[in-house]
Structures are given as C-alpha cells and as structure tokens.
C-alpha cells in the first residue's frame, strides 16, 4: 500500500488532498498544527493517522518526523501562510512571517525527512501561480514562493542521482480559508476538490511541475515571458485591491 505524508492537512487543499489519498486506500500522515482538525481527520478514515507539529519550530519538526510509524514513498510540503502588504507600506516583521513558515518552515521539513527519503520517493512542493510575476501586495507572499520554487528546482536537480523525484505545484486562485480573506476579485477561483484532482493527477503522471486551473496558469505564464514593463501594464489592471 502507497503511503503519502501531507503537511497542512488540517484545512483547505491539504486537507481535501488527506481525505482523497485516504479514499483511494493510501496510508495518509497528515500533518498540522490545529489539534481539532486533526482529531475530525483521525476519526474520518481508518488509514489516516496524524502528527501534530508546528513547522516553524525546527526542535519539533525534526523530532515528529524521526518518529514516524511508516516511511511515506510521497511527501506532500503543502503548509503555507499568506499575508499582503497594505499600500505599498513595508512591514519587515510581516515579511518575517510569511517567510517563517513558507520558506524556512520547509527547509526545516526537507532537513527533517531528508534521511528518511529513498530512490523511489516523491517529494512535492505547493509553490503558486503568484511566483512567476510580480503581482500587487505581494511582496511578501510572492517573493517567499518564488524562493519555494526554486528550492524545489534545485533540490530537483540535486537528487535526481538518488532517484528521489521532485514535484513544483503552482495553484491558482482556490477557495480556502488562506482566501477567503482576499478582497480583490479571483479571477478563476477553483474548489479544494478541483485543486486536489489536479495535484494528484500530476504527481500520478510524475510530472516535475504542477499548474492549474490550467487556463488561468497559461495567462499567467505567458505574462511572465514579457518585458516587466508590459507585465507591470497588465498585472495593475488585472489585480487592482
Ligand atoms: N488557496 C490558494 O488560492 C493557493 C494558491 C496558491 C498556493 N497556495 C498554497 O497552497 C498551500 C495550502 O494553502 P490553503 O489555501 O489550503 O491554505 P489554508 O487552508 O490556510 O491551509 C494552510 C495549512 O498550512 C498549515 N500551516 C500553516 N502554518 C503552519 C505551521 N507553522 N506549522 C504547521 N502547519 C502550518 C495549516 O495548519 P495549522 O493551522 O493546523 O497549523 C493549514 O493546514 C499553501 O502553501 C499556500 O500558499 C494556495
């Protein structure tokens, strides 16, 4: 039986990702920090078990993992945290956060699980869609997933004589809880259900990077091939606050 460890399994993608893994007979780790969540996940499939840790706090992290009861062949880095900067008026200790948990939140789970990866394994990383162009107020959230990006590129590059293979997802607008407090209009805005068909049916092909709702994606990707000075045109029309 496959076994997939999923962090940010208490809500929104990650959550529906755990439920679907589960109902396919998967072995499901989901992991988070909201005890409730974990406990409704805990009772909702047989073969979901939990492990509770905050991944910013390395001390944690490193002793959840070294205690797994089973070595997943999928590891699923979904936790991420999304905060905007109002204004154009900078907030280092914003940047801080968003930073804490998205970037060095899973540098410290890479480290972590690292000794426990062998050839075979997949290890999928949940960037976005707003890493490949400079959206407005997103200096925070933006620059963080762009550095997940090319973490995962990278290590790509890195373990690919080890045989361990190494997935980018970059979602578009879903509806969860991470935006639902967004008070712009999302252009495309996707469900939970929607997001995690697409996740799984990329990473059952192995693709190396994950994109969808696809057409929001593509209009993305190509503006990103743009001079930044027609970009910055495009993107302040499309994405006003
Ligand atoms: N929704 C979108 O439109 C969208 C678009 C592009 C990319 N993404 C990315 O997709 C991923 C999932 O987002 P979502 O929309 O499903 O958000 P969500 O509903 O807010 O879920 C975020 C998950 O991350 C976990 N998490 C956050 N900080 C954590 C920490 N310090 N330690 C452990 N777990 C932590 C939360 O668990 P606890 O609170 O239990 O700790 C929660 O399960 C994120 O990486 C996000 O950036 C989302």
Known sequence: MSAVLI?????GIGQQLALDYAKRGWRV????????????LDEAYPNIETCEFDITDRVQTFNALRSLSLTPDLWLLNAGNCEYIDNGEMD????????????????????AIEPHL?????????SSIASELALPRAEAYGASKAAV????????LDWRERGVEVSTIFPGFVDTPLTAKNTFPMPMLISVEQASEAIQKGLDKGQANIYFPKRFTWILRILGLL???????VTGLLFRS
């Open 118 to 126: 062998v050839s075979g394994h997949r290890v999928a990383v949940v």
């Open 149 to 156: 990006g090319y973490i995962a590129r990278s290590l790509r």
């Open 7 to 11: 962090t940010g399994a208490t809500s």
């Open 29 to 40: 780790i989901a992991c988070g920090r909201n005890k409730e969540s974990l406990a409704k």
């Open 92 to 111: 280092s200790k914003l940047v801080e956060r968003v930073f804490q948990t998205n970037v060095f939140g899973l540098t410290n789970i890479i480290e």
């Open 227 to 233: 001079p930044y000075s027609w970009q910055h045109a």
